[in-house]
C-alpha cells in the first residue's frame, strides 16, 4: 500500500476514470451507437451512460463515485445519463489540469453554489415551451414505428396523469379513466367485474361483519354489487362474504392495496376521497360498527384484471378530491430528488385526476431495451412540458454558454467555478459533433436538423456532473492497494 495526493493524484483518477468516460461519449449521439460486452456466452449491448458504467468501472474510488453517481441520475431523472458523465468529465479536467490557479477547491465549491441564479436565468433565456415531442422521442433512440403510439399516450395521460410503460403481445395504447391501483383479491371465486358498486373502504383489518350482517343481506336481496377494500378481511368478516358469494346471493369482491404501510394507507384514503365512502377507521373515530348505507362510495364500473383494480364513474365531493390532489402536488415538489417518493406522488396524483395509460410494448428480440427506451423518452416529454425545451445536439448548451461570458468577474473562485460550468457545457456539442464526424462523411451530406432536450433536465444534470467533479477534485489523498 501507499498514499498519493496532490497532481499524483489527480492523474491516477484520470487515468481511473478515462476507459469509462471516452466508453460513454463514443456512445452519445442519434446513431444509435453503444458499447458491446460479453456475459458468458451471451454478447450484449450497454446503451446509457450508467449501463456503460456498470461494465466498465472497476473498485477504484473514482470509479466506484462515478458510476454511483450515474446509477442514482438514472432513477431519479430517468434519462441523461451519457450527458452526464461527459459534462462531469470536462468540468473535472479543467478544475485539475496544470494551468489552472491555485484555488482551495471549497471556495470554488461556493462560486458554484452563488452562481446558480445566474445559471437559472440563462437556462430560462434559452427555454421555450413548444410542441417538440417527435424531436424528444427521437433524441431518446425510439424506434420510429413507436413514435406515434407514445405521442398518443402522452396526449392520453395529459399533463397530470401517468404512462406506464411494459412488454406485452402487441404494441397498443390503453387510456383508463377512473380510479386505478394495484391490488390482492382476498376471497376466493371474486367476481372480476360489476356494474353499479358500492364501496366499504377501511383503513383497518376488518375480523368481525357482525354489525354489518343486516347491510350485506340488503345488497344480497337487491342484486346490489358491494367492493371491500381494506388493509386485511379475515375471520368471521371473511367468511360472511365467501359463505354468501359462494350461495350466489351477493355480487362481492374483497381486495386490499398492492402497497403497505403508509403508502396502502394513501390509497386507501383516495379511494374513500374519489368514491365518496366514509373512510372506515377507529384513528379518525368511524369504526365499521358506526357504517351506515349512506357512508358507502359509489363507482359505475369496477374491474379486476391482472393484479390491477379499475373503477370508473367514482363520484366524489369534488372539494375533497381536490384537496387530494394538491396534497400530491406538494408531495411530488418536496420529494423532487427521491425518484421511488416522486413516483409514489405521481402515481397519487394521476389516480386522482383519473387519467392512467398503459402504453404496451410487443414482446421481441429487442422488447426490454425499447421500453426502457421508451421510458425515457416519456421523462423527456413530462420534463419538457413543465419547463420547455432548449436546441438539442449541445447547441442549448453552447448558448447558455456564451450567455455566461463574462461573469467571472475578478474573483479566483469565481473564474475557477464559470471555467469548469464552460467545460461542461460546450462538452456534449464537441462530442456529438465528433461522433457525427466519424459516422457521417461529408460526402453524404448535411448533419440533420438539431433535436430538442429539455430545459430542467439539461439544468438538473448539470448541477450532478459539477457536484460530482468538485467532489472528486476535493479528494486530497488515497491510500491505494497493490
Sequence with gaps: MHMIAGQSLQEDMAEAIAPALRAIAASIGPDGRHVIYSNGERVLAARTGSEIARRICSDHFAE?????????????FGDGTARLAVMAGAALAERCHSGAPAVDNERVIEALALLRPELDAAFAAEARIRDAGAELI?????????????????AAAGADGLVEVKEAGENAVFAVDGFSFDARLLSSGAI???????????????????????VIEGFATRGKALVVVARGIEGQALQLLE?????GVLKVAALAPHDAGPRAVDILEDLAAVSGAALVCAHAGTSIEQLKPTMLGKAMQYRFAHG??????????????????????????????????????????????????????????????????????IVALRAARTDGVITGGGHGLESVADRLKGTGRDDPARRAAMAMIDAALRSPGRCLRRNSAETRPAATGPMPAPVADPARL??????????????????GGAVLRH
Excluded: C
Design 243 to 247: 359463505r354468501n358469494q359462494k350461495a
Design 458 to 475: 439539461s439544468r438538473d444534470l448539470l448541477d450532478v456532473a459539477l457536484s460530482l467533479a468538485v467532489r472528486l477534485a476535493g479528494i
Design 138 to 154: 427521437a433524441a431518446a433512440g425510439v424506434d420510429s414505428a413507436l413514435v406515434a403510439l407514445i405521442l398518443k399516450a402522452d
Design 64 to 76: 466506484r463515485l462515478l458510476k454511483e453517481a450515474l446509477v442514482d441520475a438514472e432513477r431519479q
Design 308 to 377: 390491477r383494480v379499475h373503477l370508473t364513474g367514482v363520484n366524489g365531493a369534488i372539494e375533497r378530491i381536490s384537496m387530494r390532489i394538491e396534497a400530491a402536488e406538494a408531495e411530488i415538489r418536496a420529494k423532487r430528488y427521491l425518484p421511488l417518493d416522486r413516483e409514489h406522488a405521481e402515481r397519487r396524483r394521476a389516480r386522482l385526476v383519473g387519467r392512467w395509460v398503459e402504453l404496451n410494448i410487443a414482446r421481441g428480440f429487442d422488447s426490454v431495451t425499447q421500453v426502457e427506451t421508451v421510458r425515457r423518452a
Design 192 to 214: 372480476s367485474a360489476m356494474d353499479d358498486v358500492h364501496l366499504i373502504v377501511a383503513n383497518e383489518v376488518l375480523s368481525d361483519f357482525k354489525t354489518l350482517a343486516p
